[in-house]
């Protein structure tokens, strides 16, 4: 990466040296990241990362339905089987079990493919609250070691394309070639070996994860933000980038029940004079959750962020973009579960190419939704006030 004076701080080495620290993970240079927007360019991308596999298959995902997507994924995985590929599912049954249709995990299993729940509850499973609260949330898809995809999107038809019969969720992902492959499939392992049992004794997998890097393919900085229960990587990260961002901050979350010490650092960075501005869902697929995030609606507002609701049918993206330079996109929500109970996963993305896409796909989502001012959030009516005071002290207990 070319430093100039137009450079922004945050992308000098001692930040980005920082923000891996918080992360607890390697800096990597030279990546080409691509962002994806929706199912409509997330899942063709991925399809075509399964397709062109020929040594390994690595996917997991919080949720993957028996329905006419998961079929989809399914034909796919079983093809990359059948042409000699080493595949691997690990996916959520918890998850699942918010959809449709069931777990695609039989189906799979009769394709011959390695399926692995995660924690799997039931009355032949090892049971604790531990076991049933903590649950792996993330999504990633790796095709042999060296293209990886990682972002928000289920495997569920609410994410495939309105058009197509689907859902037509707003949802962003990212596909990433470049040395944090390594570090992504390094991510994997671990959940597969904490899922159940031993990971799959594969050397090539654990050579490439120690130390055998693929090659750089871009201009990209990238570190790999894998987050899990009583770490709050994610929390201090954004607290972090709030404190430190010069110019904007601009956030799309789906349930931003976010923790005091989250919205104090956006308050705060509003209050000098930074550009804060949140993309949250109007109709939310989880009431309560939706009505707990309204909680932050007015300190944010009177320290002089803005705050937008999405006029489409559920927004569930899960990203920020700072100063135009900071970009990370992933499964972790700015609510309880994702920053203190589950197990995540996201890519922080060091680049002004990559930060200009990602500051113009947030402008062109905020075409599709309505400004929430002070005066009219003050105004609004007392029971929407009493709900949402009952919806946040629920939310604490998640």
């Keep these: 990466m070319v430093l100039t004076s137009n450079t922004p701080r945050l992308l000098e080495r001692d930040a980005l040296e920082r923000m891996a620290a918080i992360a607890e993970a390697p800096l990597r240079e030279g990546h080409d990241v691509r962002i994806l927007r929706d199912g409509a360019l997330t899942f063709p991308a991925m399809l075509a990362v399964i397709r062109a596999a020929r040594r390994s298959v690595c996917f997991e995902n919080f949720i993957f339905a028996h329905d006419a997507t998961g079929e989809r994924f399914a034909q796919a995985l079983q093809r990359?089987?059948?042409?000699?590929?080493?595949?691997?599912?690990?996916?959520?049954?918890?998850?699942?079990?918010?959809?449709?249709?069931?777990?695609?995990?039989?189906?799979?299993?009769?394709?011959?493919?390695?399926v692995r729940a995660f924690r799997p509850v039931g009355f032949t499973a090892p049971w604790s609250w531990w076991h049933l609260r903590h649950r792996d949330h993330r999504k990633l898809l790796i095709g042999d070691d060296h293209a990886a995809?990682?972002?928000?999107?289920?495997?569920?038809d609410h994410w495939a394309p309105a058009e197509k019969g689907g859902g037509g969720w707003r949802d962003t992902a990212v596909l990433v070639r470049g040395p944090a492959v390594a570090d992504l499939q390094l991510a994997f392992e671990r959940m597969w070996r904490r899922a159940r049992g031993p990971a799959l004794d594969s050397v090539a997998t654990i050579e490439m994860a120690v130390g055998n890097l693929p090659p750089r393919r871009g201009e990209a900085t990238v570190v790999v933000v894998g987050d899990r229960p009583g770490k709050g990587r994610v929390a201090a990260l954004y607290e972090w980038l709030a404190d430190n961002a010069e110019r904007s901050m601009e956030l799309s979350d789906a349930y931003p029940v976010a923790p005091g010490r989250v919205t104090e650092a956006l308050i705060r960075a509003a209050r000098r004079g930074v550009r804060v501005r949140l993309l949250v869902p109007g109709r939310n697929n989880h009431p309560v959750a939706g009505l707990a995030a309204r909680r932050i609606y007015q300190p944010l507002l009177e320290a002089g962020a803005e705050i937008w609701e999405w006029s489409g049918v559920m927004l569930h993206a899960k990203t920020a973009v700072v100063d135009g330079a900071i970009s990370m996109i992933g499964s972790s929500n700015l609510d309880p579960l994702s920053l203190h109970r589950n197990y995540e996963l996201n890519v922080l993305v060091a680049s002004t190419k990559t930060g200009t896409e990602m500051e113009q796909l947030f402008a062109s989502d905020l075409e599709h939704a309505h400004p929430i001012s002070l005066e009219e959030w003050k105004a609004r009516p007392l029971l929407h006030r009493?709900?949402?005071?009952?919806?946040?002290?629920?939310?604490w207990y998640l």
């Design 149 to 156: 995809v990682v972002g928000g999107l289920c495997i569920s």
């Design 80 to 114: 990359a089987r059948e042409r000699g590929a080493e595949v691997r599912v690990l996916y959520d049954p918890v998850g699942t079990l918010l959809v449709r249709g069931g777990s695609i995990a039989r189906r799979l299993k009769r394709a011959r493919v390695r």
């Design 386 to 395: 009493l709900a949402e005071r009952a919806a946040a002290l629920f939310s």
